[in-house]
């Protein structure tokens, strides 16, 4: 019929996005544009208009689960000579960084600690991602990705002040684009994944996108300290929380395998960064742990320890399952005190009536994760996922021994 179109003919159809495709500077004006209406500021004294705010953000957030220092351990980081080492030769250098919209209210509070001790490893930066908090309308912008690596900033300048000072030397000291030379670990710590725990599977896909692996808990059995008022302690015991240690190790995130030594430097950073407020004998139980995990790996003749990819989106979710929550405690924490009120949960008795339980729940995530439409992608090439990455096999082999 005359002025009827065919729906067969010339139907709408939207076109996606492929960047690589983009021209560099067309990459950096994009996120340009996206970026400029936050500013993103370092708090360097605790007497800061801005303090008081951004350190209550992080504690509603993490100080009621126990995850978050005291305002005081917090005063004294921001007022402590970051160029005068621990006794065991540990440069801290805490940072602060409070997002700002183009009105001045505050959006974002991202905290942690830039650890450097040549003694331990003389090309190794640790860049402890402490706490991060984006308030609800700047979630799922830019914002979220800046907060993420604007520590890297903070870790730069620090190296050049420490080489500039005589304190450290830099491998490549007029190469900052290449780190100065040295090697940089962003860690951070995250819980083991549990399908109920819908913002800690959103961290983790958040971060395994970012570039960050967990480091195989098998062998590197990390626990956070216990933050809570000494005085709490006393009356409950000591609590450490057992957590997975995330690493991005900058420049090399497709590595699969990390350095006993390096292994070994990250987490003797961390505890010195943990000693200076926590009691230290609360410290020692866990660390020695880890340390003496590292130790028999090596004596069995083995020089590296596995990082175990987080995944990135729908396809690999089934990575989780090396890293759900019950068979962390149960392999690697057993019998734990602070284990058990997350297996007295129920998770036991769901486990024997559905064996199938956790494939169900992933099958959910994966339904709910492919319902959102991506229509920008990385790499066009045969073989890839819309974010770049390699297309998954459909199961990965077991490694090491874990079942």
């Known amino acids: 019929m005359a002025g009827v179109r065919d729906p067969r003919v010339n139907a709408n159809r939207r076109i996606r996005l492929c960047m690589k495709d983009l021209y560099h500077a067309d990459v950096v004006e994009m996120v340009e544009r996206e970026s400029k209406k936050y500013e993103l500021w370092s708090i360097t004294d605790p007497d800061d208009p801005d303090f008081e705010r951004a350190y209550k953000v992080l504690w509603d957030c993490f100080g009621a689960v126990g995850e978050m220092e005291p305002v005081e351990a917090i005063r004294n980081f921001l007022r402590e000579d970051p160029f005068e080492p621990s006794p065991s030769g540990t440069y801290f250098k805490y940072f602060m960084i409070a997002a700002r919209d183009r009105e001045g209210r505050l959006c974002g509070v991202r905290d942690g600690t830039v650890l450097v001790n040549p003694g331990y490893d003389p090309d190794l930066c640790v860049v402890y991602l402490s706490h991060i908090f984006t308030f ?35 491998p490549l000291p007029d190469a900052p684009g290449r780190f100065f030379g040295m090697t940089v670990d962003l860690a951070a ?5 549990s399908p109920e725990d819908r913002i800690s599977w959103q961290r983790i896909l958040f971060y395994g996108r970012g570039g960050f692996d967990v480091i195989n808990p098998r062998h590197f059995p990390y626990r ?21 240690l995330l690493l991005r190790r900058m420049g090399r995130e497709r590595q699969a395998t990390l350095p006993l030594e390096e292994a070994r430097a990250v987490m003797r950073l961390l505890y010195d960064d943990f000693e200076t407020f926590c009691n230290p004998a609360q410290l020692e139980n866990s660390l020695a742990l880890v340390l003496r995990r590292l130790d028999e790996r090596e004596a069995s003749g083995k020089n590296s320890v596995e990082l175990i990819p987080l995944p990135t989106g729908p396809r690999d979710l089934h990575r989780l399952k090396r890293l759900f929550r019950y068979n962390a405690y149960t392999r690697y924490y057993p019998n734990a005190p602070e284990t058990r009120a997350y297996m007295e949960s129920g998770v036991r008795e769901r486990l024997r009536a559905n064996p199938r339980y956790l494939d169900d729940e992933l099958a959910k995530i994966a339904a709910e994760l492919e319902a959102r439409p991506r229509w920008v992608y990385a790499n066009r090439e045969r073989g890839f996922e819309w974010n770049g990455l390699p297309l998954p096999p459909d199961v990965e082999a077991p490694q090491d021994g874990d079942p």
Not at 189 to 193: D, G, I, L, N, S
Not at 224 to 244: A, C, K, L, S, W
Request: proline share 11%.
């Open 189 to 193: 710590e995250m819980e083991f994944f």
């Open 224 to 244: 956070q300290p216990d933050f809570r008022p000494p005085e709490e302690i006393r009356r409950t015991g000591n609590m450490p929380v057992p957590f997975m």
């Open 136 to 170: 609800p309308e700047a979630r799922s912008t830019v914002l979220a990705y800046w907060l993420r690596i604007a520590p890297m900033e903070c870790a730069m300048q620090f190296l050049a002040d420490l080489h500039a000072r005589g304190l450290v030397r830099l």
